[in-house]
């Protein structure tokens, strides 16, 4: 899922300049909210760009035209992103790359209005998605190779790790095994068995042998956990006292402290990228 700025960011990871770019939002005061947070999110490397060059567009058949890329960032509704979809299609050129970055609502389903269903493709960054490699190409049954193609084609050229998953399941992947890990932990903070501070302190691997050892080693175990695994459920009675426990161990996120750690993150990947191409 993209936040309201980060969903700006993604595009910048792959965009040679700024005048390549053109971005529609509702949003009523736009190109002030891009101009004062998007360079929040620079680097030394970055700092050189100006905002100026964004294009901002009033109406979505002036976002699409010509284009040959389209990365829809909407909330999380269904009927927004068909009706979003149906007119987009009337509008943007025949062969341009038609990209939904949602976090759970399948291709198929906001495909439904359009007249060609082979070109839209789920692509699921993760935040914040200038730094995380991971996409998920999700296509539904109608997707065409092509398009999945030229996407995979596109991200791997530009240093990403674009994963073509290969049928629409509810959350895709990466979110199915958080959510699934997130759910187990919530489940042993509600029994008492560990805080929330203490769970960031536990880790585990598989050691030498792998994924192969760890099971050969310890499988009866795995087993016994998934037979055991906590069924805690949204909105159960587990939320008041987890969410208290996380507020006494974390407190407010600082966004400003968090934006400098990003931005110091990147600069040291371009340098250690400098170094090994050098």
């Not at 192969?212 to 159960?236: L, M, P, S, Y």
């Not at 208290?244 to 402290?257: C, H, S």
């Amino acid at each position: 899922m993209t936040t309201p700025t980060y969903k700006y960011m993604h595009p910048l990871s792959h965009l040679p300049h700024l005048s390549h770019l053109t971005i529609f939002d509702t949003r009523p005061n736009l190109s002030q909210y891009v101009q004062e947070n998007l360079p929040k999110f620079f680097t030394h490397q970055t700092s050189s760009i100006s905002i100026a060059d964004i294009r901002f567009a009033a109406t979505i058949e002036n976002a699409v035209e010509g284009v040959h890329i389209i990365q829809e960032s909407g909330p999380e509704n269904l009927s927004f992103k068909q009706t979003l979809w149906t007119k987009v299609e009337q509008h943007a050129p025949v062969d341009a790359l038609l990209w939904s970055s949602t976090s759970g609502i399948p291709a198929s389903q906001q495909a439904a209005g359009m007249q060609d269903k082979t070109r839209l493709l789920v692509v699921h960054p993760y935040n914040p998605p200038h730094i995380m490699p991971l996409l998920e190409l999700v296509p539904s049954r109608d997707t065409s190779d092509e398009v999945i193609k030229r996407t995979q084609a596109f991200w791997t050229a530009r240093g990403r790790v674009p994963i073509h998953i290969k049928q629409e399941t509810t959350g895709f992947v990466a979110n199915r095994l958080a959510f699934a890990l997130l759910r187990e932990a919530i489940h042993l903070v509600k029994e008492g068995v560990v805080s929330v501070s203490e769970l960031d302190e536990i880790h585990a691997g598989g050691g030498p042998a792998g994924l192969e050892g760890f099971f050969k080693n310890i499988g009866g175990t795995v087993q016994d956990c998934w037979n055991d695994a906590g069924r805690v459920n949204v909105g159960d009675e587990w939320e008041e006292g987890v969410f208290q426990q996380a507020k006494q161990a974390y407190g407010v996120v600082d966004i400003e402290e968090r934006d400098r750690i990003t931005r110091r993150l990147l600069e040291v990947l371009a340098e250690e990228k400098s170094k090994t191409s050098s």
